[in-house]
């Protein structure tokens, strides 16, 4: 059962019950009003009958029973007077108040209503001249049985309709309400691997159909994240591995086809080194690229900007030998404003990448500045190099973009694009001012952990 016609039989459900308990309703106040009307005028009827018979002098049994017989009644009227020990003083058409039990059963101190069969009668106390008499009138209420019966049969047939309307308008509505998780339904069984770049129509954003639709958004964006990234990084990968892999492969197979001196296979094997430390150099950037990627794993916590950016300090002049890095960190009063929130060891990753990339582009000095300005901390690395041309600023932090003044120099253009990545992922800012005379400036505005 889908969930149009589910929709319809629980309303229908719900509208039947609805139906039948307002119907009780009517039916049930309809009866007891009647019943209470009918018993009232039973009262009134043998009151009046008791009184004549009691007060008026020239009223007697005989003549009173001529004037009930002659007079329009009740259905099956019965009438009874007794005394105090319930010993009958008058009666009149009385069947089952020719029975003694019932007259005793059916007395009370005021006024009592009681039912027999399909009759329904009434006894109260009657007090005369010091004495006291019991007064019973009882009858079938036609009238009521008739108008009951046919209120039955309109609120039957007025169910019956209206359940069938209601089956209708319930179709009807569920078919409208469902109708945008079916558009859904339909767009989602057109996006494959290959169109997740389409998205579900959102509506006014205000209900829950467009709150899913606005969740399977998000969920789609992140799927296309991860399907580009995982394309980007296959891609990438096999685009640069290729060519030294040929190339490495190509020069073995050289100095395989014949012997070799010595010295010939030392400086092949040295070759052979340093391109696999090439490669492993670039298969490390494309996996630290892919892991920043996935931005879900990474723990961050707090963090002193100016420890790492010391220690990264300690790793470049490691690496360029005799490079003069000038450090320049204005510290605060208090040391815990040099705390962000972030991952250590990707931001030593960020800094180790700004101060190489410094180091390989300039020979000259290097100027590596932080300060505090409000709720920011700023980092600034600042080279006089060869600078950034300025056509190429645009696709500087894409994958594998390199400027087009640096062919002759070694890197995989991986370097920015990590970078970027993982300021991206700490909140914060990077820009770059560049002047092919003067050389680069790279500035990053991180927050402050409160």
Not at 25 to 46: C, E, G, H, I, P
Not at 190 to 205: A, F, H
Request: overall charge neutral.
């Amino acid at each position: 059962m889908n969930i149009k016609t589910r929709l319809s039989f629980q309303f229908t459900l719900i509208v039947a019950g609805i139906l039948v308990f307002f119907s009780f309703l009517v039916y049930y106040f309809s009866y007891t009003s009647q019943l209470s009307k009918f018993r009232l005028n039973l009262y009134d009827s043998a009151k009046n009958t008791a009184a004549l018979l009691l007060t008026v002098d020239e009223v007697d049994s005989t003549l009173l029973r001529k004037i009930q017989q002659s007079t329009k009644g009740w259905v099956n009227e019965e009438f009874a007077l007794t005394d105090s020990v319930f010993s009958l003083i008058y009666g009149n058409n009385i069947q089952y108040l020719a029975d003694s039990s019932v007259l005793m059963n059916n007395a009370g101190r005021g006024l009592n209503n009681f039912s027999v069969d399909e009759k329904d009668g009434i006894c109260y106390r009657h007090f005369n001249n010091g004495r006291q008499y019991y007064v019973y009138a009882m009858a079938f209420d036609r009238s009521r049985t008739e108008n009951l019966r046919e209120l039955r049969i309109i609120l039957l047939w007025s169910i019956l309709s209206s359940l069938c309307l209601s089956v209708l308008s319930s179709y009807l509505f569920a078919k409208r309400a469902m109708r945008p998780i079916s558009r859904i339904v339909r767009s989602v069984k057109e996006i494959n691997s290959m169109k997740l770049s389409s998205r579900l129509d959102e509506g006014d954003r205000r209900d829950e159909i467009a709150q899913l639709a606005i969740t399977f958004n998000s969920l789609l964006s992140e799927l296309e994240t991860a399907f580009r990234n995982q394309d980007d990084f296959v891609s990438n990968a096999s685009h640069e591995l290729r060519t030294p892999l040929t190339v490495m492969i190509g020069e073995s197979d050289y100095v395989l086809s014949n012997d070799r001196s010595r010295e010939e296979y030392l400086k092949h094997i040295e070759r052979l080194s340093a391109d696999l430390k090439k490669m492993n150099a670039l298969m490390n950037s494309l996996l630290e690229l892919a892991r920043v990627n996935r931005n879900n794993e990474i723990l961050f916590s707090g963090v002193r900007v100016d420890e790492i950016i010391l220690n990264s300090i300690v790793q470049v002049k490691e690496k360029h030998q005799g490079r003069k890095i000038l450090t320049r960190i204005g510290y605060p009063e208090n040391a815990s404003e040099l705390v962000i929130d972030g991952n250590e060891g990707l931001l030593a990753i960020a800094f180790n990448n700004l101060i190489d990339n410094a180091c390989k582009f300039s020979s000259d000095d290097i100027a590596v500045e932080l300060n505090i300005r409000g709720n920011d901390i700023i980092v600034v690395v600042q080279d006089q190099g060869i600078g950034i041309p300025e056509e190429d600023l645009k696709t500087i932090f894409q994958p594998f973009s390199r400027g087009s003044n640096v062919k002759f120099i070694g890197g995989f253009g991986l370097g920015l694009s990590l970078v970027a990545r993982i300021i991206e992922v700490h909140g914060a800012r990077i820009d770059i001012t560049t002047d092919l005379k003067e050389g680069t400036r790279i500035e990053m505005v991180f927050s402050r952990k409160t």
